[in-house]
């Protein structure tokens, strides 16, 4: 799967100390981000940093954001995509990436 090649981005010692303090985060948290959109999309650069998970599809995201040409670099808490590459194929899968994200979903990248 060949995602954005943008640079990966490195989380201050400070951002990681929060996303792993979060009492229900899903993940462990990698101190270096890259993008999940897929190569060439439009709009900021965006990866998952942390996820809480509170059960029965109740969620908030932490999302990286951040785009070189503007400067801009912030946390977002943005709902998960959740389209269905097939409804109906046993093998189908849900994309997971932020709402309304820019590019192809996840599993068409
Ligand atoms: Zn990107
Ligand atoms: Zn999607």
């Known amino acids: 799967m ?12 400070d951002e990681i100390a929060r996303l792993s303090a979060l009492p229900d985060g899903a993940h462990e948290v990698k101190p270096v981000l890259g993008c999940e959109l897929e190569p060439g999309h439009g709009g900021p650069h965006w990866a ?21 040409a503007t400067g801009l670099r912030e946390w977002a808490h943005d709902d998960t995509c959740r389209v ?16 309304g994200h820019a590019g192809g979903h996840s599993w068409a990248i």
């Open 2 to 13: 060949p995602f954005c090649s943008t640079p990966d981005v490195p989380l201050a010692a």
């Open 84 to 99: 269905d590459s097939t409804a109906g194929d046993p093998d189908h899968d849900i994309c997971l990436l932020p709402a």
């Open 48 to 68: 998952q940093g942390q996820a809480e998970d509170w059960g029965s599809g109740s969620i908030k995201n932490w999302w990286l954001r951040w785009d070189e």
